[in-house]
């Protein structure tokens, strides 16, 4: 569905702030989903990783920045909270269940990141 009118399709997004995507690594599915992001909604968006040879490791300046986080898999959400979870009161965290079995900006994962922006948006 082509869309033009982010209202429309969406709601209202400007309630989501500062959106950060949380995968593995940071090297696929949060930069692919913070691009998609970023064009779909108009928000600002930055992406991280929770391993420790992350190209860009998550961080409390992350954490503090981000209005909303959206991580690719259950487990992430665990491994978020139990490393940093008081960095996260007051956001809202949403799980994309996306695995890791694509590569950044492959057309399937770019379609799966576009239907499942419809949890992020209240």
């Known amino acids: 569905m082509l869309c033009l009118n982010i209202e429309t399709c969406w709601g209202d997004v400007s309630s989501m702030g500062n959106l950060l995507f949380i995968c ?20 600002p968006t930055d992406f991280a990783g929770l391993s420790a040879d992350s190209d860009e490791r998550v961080s409390r300046d992350h954490l503090l920045w981000a209005d909303t986080i959206a991580v690719m898999e259950k487990s992430q959400l665990s491994r978020l909270k139990r490393h940093m979870g008081s960095h996260l009161k007051g956001k809202r965290i949403v799980c994309l269940d996306i695995p890791d079995t694509y590569e950044f900006m492959q057309p399937e994962l770019v379609e799966i990141v576009r239907s499942r922006l419809k949890r992020i948006v209240r």
């Open 24 to 43: 593995g690594k940071g090297r696929k599915r949060s930069p692919t989903a913070a691009t998609i992001a970023a064009e779909q909604l108009g928000q």
